[in-house]
């Protein structure tokens, strides 16, 4: 069974920091690009970073660029967002993605989202 769990949201000051991990597990991780999602309220959902599968190459959205950092763990399955100087206007809910091939099936993959509140 395919899982994608997330942890370390929650309520920050603005510039302040947080961590975003995301446990994986019930596929093969190693061969997955991994990504950070986020949903703000009456938002679409936007792609905020991600990381190729041997991890040696990461994009940003413009708007965290310099300040979030996207990381992977292949033997851990782990990926982490670390996330400085927020702001209020990333306060959203983020969600972890998986999208890579199994199989030659193109699959994707989601957490259930965890909620990011950047508020003084």
């Known amino acids: 069974q395919v899982q994608l769990v997330e942890s370390g949201g929650g309520l920050v000051q603005p510039g302040g920091s947080l961590r975003l991990s995301c446990a994986a597990s019930?596929?093969?991780?190693?061969?997955?690009?991994m990504n950070w999602y986020r949903q703000a309220p009456g938002k679409e959902r936007e792609l905020v970073a991600n990381?190729?599968?041997?991890?040696?190459?990461?994009k940003y959205a413009d708007s965290v660029k310099g300040r979030f950092t996207i990381s992977r763990d292949n033997y851990k399955k782990m990926v982490y967002l670390q996330m400085n100087s927020l702001k209020p206007e990333d306060t959203a809910v983020y969600y972890c993605?998986?999208?890579?091939?199994?199989?030659?099936?193109?699959?994707?993959?989601w957490g259930q989202g965890i909620q990011v509140t950047v508020s003084s």
């Open positions: 993605n998986a999208q890579g091939q199994t199989y030659g099936v193109l699959r994707a993959y």
């Open positions: 990381i190729i599968s041997a991890g040696s190459s990461t």
């Open positions: 019930g596929f093969t991780f190693s061969n997955y690009t």
